[in-house]
């Protein structure tokens, strides 16, 4: 069984103070740190657990500069066989969709059983890829898994709803799944695996290698643009009400009628 794992390089922005840059459409990246997209490392964990029940070869991909060489290089080291970077220079500007066909266009040049990815992009905050690979390549998909039991040529999966619900559902394969953060514990690399991934392969591609139609990708191909990206104004601050009970009421009752609250 061939499984692939989409990963995704992003900036850590947890406890950084984050700020936009010249162009209005990014982020200053200089003191920032990068890593592999949270959900994305669910999704690699997700894979190698299948790997190690069913002697299964696990291979990642991601769209993006030679600095996502560095993410790579981590899922090597945790227990990915190889690694493919699909160079994004020409793919700047690119939304969801448009990175979907990117990886269509790989995976049809080279097929594989399963495809892994994460449930959300923390960057951007969409969850439109998978979906939208599995339809580019008429395989079935679903999203938010958080267990799999994968057999011969079915799976059974769960998946999380809304209000603390599992559904379960049994998929054929080849198919996209979109793996849930929680349902396990990503492992640490090993030393052992840090050295082993250095002479582990990483093939880099520009898109004409794996026959990409570049005018469904880039900027031209995105059916969404980036206009504009900004931190919102403070317009008003929040008002602490002092006093007893009686107090808080009264004062609080004056408020709503100035607001025109009845």
């Known amino acids: 069984m061939k499984i692939a794992v989409c990963l995704r390089r992003v900036p850590d922005t947890a406890e950084a103070d984050v700020k936009v840059d010249g162009t209005g459409k990014g982020i200053v990246e200089d003191r920032l740190a990068f890593t592999i997209n949270e959900a ?8 190698l657990l299948l790997k190690e029940q069913r002697d299964a070869e696990v291979s990642l991909v991601s769209v993006g500069p030679k600095e996502a060489d560095e993410v790579l290089r981590m899922g090597l080291a945790k227990g990915a066989a190889g690694a493919v970077r699909i160079d994004d220079k020409e793919l700047q500007g690119s939304d969801g969709l448009a ?34 690979l599995a339809q580019l390549l008429g395989w079935p998909h679903t999203s938010y898994v958080v267990k799999l039991d994968c057999g011969d040529e079915r799976m059974t999966v769960r998946r999380e709803l809304e209000g603390g619900f599992l559904e379960v559902k049994d998929i054929a394969r080849p198919a996209v799944v979109s793996i ?83």
């Not at 994305?40 to 894979?47: G, H, I, R, T």
């Not at 004409?208 to 139609?213: Q, S």
């Not at 469904?216 to 007893?244: C, F, H, N, Q």
């Open 40 to 47: 994305d490392n669910y999704a690699l964990e997700e894979a």
């Open 99 to 132: 990175l979907a066909e990117v990886l269509a266009a790989y995976f049809r040049k080279n097929p594989v059983d399963l495809v892994f990815t994460g449930c959300i992009a923390q960057d951007v905050e969409d969850s439109q890829v998978g979906p939208a």
């Open 180 to 262: 849930q953060t929680g349902g396990n514990t990503p492992r640490y690399a090993s030393i052992l695996g840090i050295k082993r991934a250095r002479t582990k392969p990483l093939e880099a591609l520009e898109p004409g290698a794996i026959d990409l139609d570049t005018s469904k990708a880039g900027e031209a191909g995105s059916r969404t643009r980036l206009e504009r990206l900004y931190v919102p104004e403070v317009v008003s601050a929040a008002e602490m009400i002092e006093g007893d009970v009686s107090e808080k009421a009264g004062r609080l009752a004056d408020i709503l009628k100035e607001k025109g609250v009845s």
